[in-house]
């Protein structure tokens, strides 16, 4: 079965054409991220008038790759994409007569994310659906980010990952961290989530305080890196400057927003003293790395020992950091605590529609293209049983 996903929660435009799950004919992805980061934010209005220009670019370009053929992934800022409409008969209009003919389902993320950016992807897949008399699934974007752990990443080996269940799931992005327990496909309890501040906010958050541009996640995770590499063993070991909220608590709810006032006044103390330079913003990204990742990392512990998965699913744009993709499965070998540990290749981990259309498939429930609506709100918990 071939389903289209279309993506647009935030300030990406995607689509994908993934077969039965997980084997990708096409990853598109146009990204307006440039834009924020000259405003130092998302603004959502910005956000949303870029998912208008970039969404049927984005979508032919992803059905000329699958029925007329070119490099499977393609990832663009939205500014330099070719939005001229094409003639009549250029290839693209072959690739949506075929499509209508070859893809069997088209799935759509409804939330949550931003409403002026969801309704773009609603308003169109649901437009395909009745046009094409194809299927429509709706998806929820935080269990979707779950499903980047069953794709393979090429489409020439499309053998599964075994994915065992029950699994513990950890999804980290930009505006949610929380964690699941999936007994299987659509059986999702929910463990815990951030009581404040997101992970990836507060990648973003702390990145803006110490002058880092948007987003803040991968800018910190490259200051970072400086430090780590350039100072010793010792340093490294003690970075613990910052604090790391409800850490010692049973509960696997996480909080993250204290961090950030904690590093705002740190801030301010070193300017006051003259002492803020580009060694600080290195030192104090270290820092803040270690002590989201200590967080995100004492709750999977807790979970797992808790709940004794057979697997362990970590997802969400943050799970494209290169020391929390290491530090995890070091620390449940450590544990000695027996669950094979998942994580999908970065690509896969920030936002695209490739998890929408896989989700969608492990999850088919159809409804009527009417029925189909943008819910910003939306939360992993509304899946839980
Ligand atoms: O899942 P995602 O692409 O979008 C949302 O659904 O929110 O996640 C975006 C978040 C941002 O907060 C970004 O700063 C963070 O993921 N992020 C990272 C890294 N790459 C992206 N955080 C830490 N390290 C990274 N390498
Ligand atoms: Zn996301």
Known sequence: M??????????????????????????VVASSADMHTKTGGIIPENAARQQIKSIIPVISESLKITFVGSSIISHQS???????????????????????????????TVGPG??????????????????????IIPVNHLVAHIYANWLTPTAVDCKPKAVDFPVIALVVSGGHTDLVLMKNHGKIKYLGGTRDDAGGEAFDKCARLLGLPYPGGPSISKE?????NRSPKSEVRSLNLFPRPMIDSKSLDFSFSGLKTS??????????????NSSTVQQ???????????????KS???????????????????SNKTLREKLPTMLELEKLKVY???????????????????????????HWNKVAANPQLTIADNSI
């Open 2 to 27: 071939r389903i289209l996903g279309v993506e647009t929660s935030c300030d990406e435009t995607a689509c994908a054409i993934v077969e039965d799950g997980i084997k990708i004919l096409s990853n």
């Open 78 to 108: 939205s500014d330099k994409l070719n939005t001229k409409p094409k003639t009549k008969n250029s290839k693209l209009a072959t690739s949506y007569q075929l499509s209508a003919t070859n893809i069997d389902a088209i799935a759509v």
């Open 114 to 135: 931003l409403i002026g950016s969801l309704l773009v992807g609603v308003e169109t897949a649901k437009t395909l659906s009745y046009l094409w008399e194809k299927p």
């Open 224 to 228: 970072a890196e400086k430090f780590l």
């Open 263 to 276: 590093v705002l006044r740190e801030v301010e103390k070193r300017k006051g003293k003259n002492q803020f």
């Open 284 to 298: 104090f990204s270290a820092e803040i790395q270690e002590a989201i990742i200590d967080c995100l990392i004492k």
């Open 301 to 319: 512990q807790l979970a797992v020992k808790k709940y004794h998965p057979k697997s362990f699913l970590l997802a969400g744009g943050v799970a």
């Open 341 to 367: 540990f998942h994580v999908p290749p970065p690509v896969l981990c920030t936002d695209n529609a490739t998890y929408i259309a896989s989700c969608a498939y492990f999850n088919y429930n159809p409804v």
